[in-house]
């Protein structure tokens, strides 16, 4: 009886650490945004100071996106024509480079149409040297519009007629997402149409996590479940974060520095978002400290030896900028990004953490 008793206990141990170990499913990522991409602006033959010269030393046509809204969105699977209507003349954008297709909000994407390589090929569309290449091009005498669509084929938005367009000149909204179009004085690709100089921002801490249980974060660590800081980019131009410090500890600013040989992973877009894993590995966007779930400090430094942000929660004291403290899989964060308001953001709520993406929607 003794004997039962005892493999009864083992396997009552057994499965209650299976369960244990088990952890929550990932939630699905969130829908992209589509109705927010709008076609800003193109040409059909670039030609003084052109924005991409193709292996016959010619000037190639172009296509801008614009995201008018307040998330990113990565339009890889979306279609892009010169012949609205017609779906064998669709092309779709590729999906290899999520980094590169995913759009920040009131941010730009320039497609490169028509290139040839250096033996008169056309470029088939790809990506390439951290560009996007679609196949067709324009033509001033023979296309009347461009349109893009959803990965499903459905018209989101379409250009106005830009035939007879003159050689050399770019074709857009007089203002980004704006409803008239015009030939543009000067062309903007992947600056804003209006000429406006774009502002130069900083990088601030802008949400985190300090105890996580359900927040699945890709590549980050052992169990994809780690603490993490989220980095963001006030200004409207990209801002590369390799070489900068961050802490736990505000008398040790330079606890971790980012790695400077990682610009694609590094480089912060315009009103963009990079996540700081905080598992304890020391190596690339995760740091070698973990954050404490009851307080602790947080301090984000360019040069390791002022800090250009930091905060403060729980029994921790070492800024001047005390936040709340959130619980397990609870965010604390700016109630819009940026902003100098800290709030809770709370999974059961409709306010929930928003990691790497805008935060109050």
Not at 148 to 166: M, R
Not at 194 to 208: H, K
Not at 210 to 238: A, K, L, M, Q, V
Request: a negative charge.
């Amino acid at each position: 009886m003794k004997k039962y008793i005892l493999i009864s206990i083992i396997a009552t141990l057994f499965f209650s650490g299976c369960v244990k170990d088990e952890q929550p499913a990932p939630l699905p990522p969130p829908a992209e945004e589509y109705e927010n991409i709008v076609i800003n602006e193109l040409i059909t033959k670039d030609l003084s100071d052109p924005y991409f010269v193709d292996g016959q030393g010619e000037g190639t046509d172009w296509i801008e996106l614009y995201n008018k809204g307040t998330k990113p969105i990565n339009v890889s699977g979306m279609w892009i024509t010169d012949n609205p209507g017609t779906v064998d003349d669709y092309n779709r954008i590729p999906d290899s480079d999520a980094a590169l297709t995913t759009i920040p909000p009131k941010g730009f994407l320039v497609m490169i149409c028509g290139a040839k390589d250096t033996e008169g090929n056309k470029i088939v569309t790809s990506i390439m040297d951290g560009k996007v290449f679609i196949e067709m091009g324009l033509s001033s005498s023979g296309d009347y519009f461009t349109a893009i669509y959803t990965p499903e084929k459905v018209e989101i938005d379409k250009s106005d007629d830009f035939n007879g367009l003159e050689d050399g000149k770019s074709f857009g909204r007089t203002s980004d997402a704006g409803d008239t179009w015009s030939v543009l004085t000067n062309k903007t690709p992947g600056e804003p149409n209006d000429g406006t100089v774009p502002v130069a921002g900083s990088l601030v801490i802008n949400e985190f996590m300090c105890s996580n249980d359900t927040t699945f974060i890709p590549d980050g660590g052992p169990d994809n479940y780690p603490d993490w800081i989220e980095i963001y980019n006030t200004g409207d131009t990209p801002l590369d974060i390799g070489g900068w410090f961050v802490t736990d500890d505000m008398t040790d600013p330079v606890q971790y520095q980012i790695p400077t040989d990682i610009p694609e992973q590094t480089n912060i877009p315009a009103h963009g978002y990079l996540l700081l894993k905080c598992n304890g590995l020391g190596e690339g966007l995760h740091t070698n400290f973990k954050l404490g779930s009851g307080g602790d400090d947080i301090g984000l430094s360019k040069d390791g030896v002022t800090f250009d942000d930091s905060v403060s929660y729980g029994s921790a004291a070492g800024s001047t900028t005390v936040v709340p403290t959130p619980d397990t899989d609870m965010t604390t964060g700016r109630d819009t990004d940026g902003s100098f308001v800290w709030v809770i953001f709370d999974p059961n709520t409709a306010l929930p953490p928003t990691p790497g993406t805008s935060n109050g929607n």
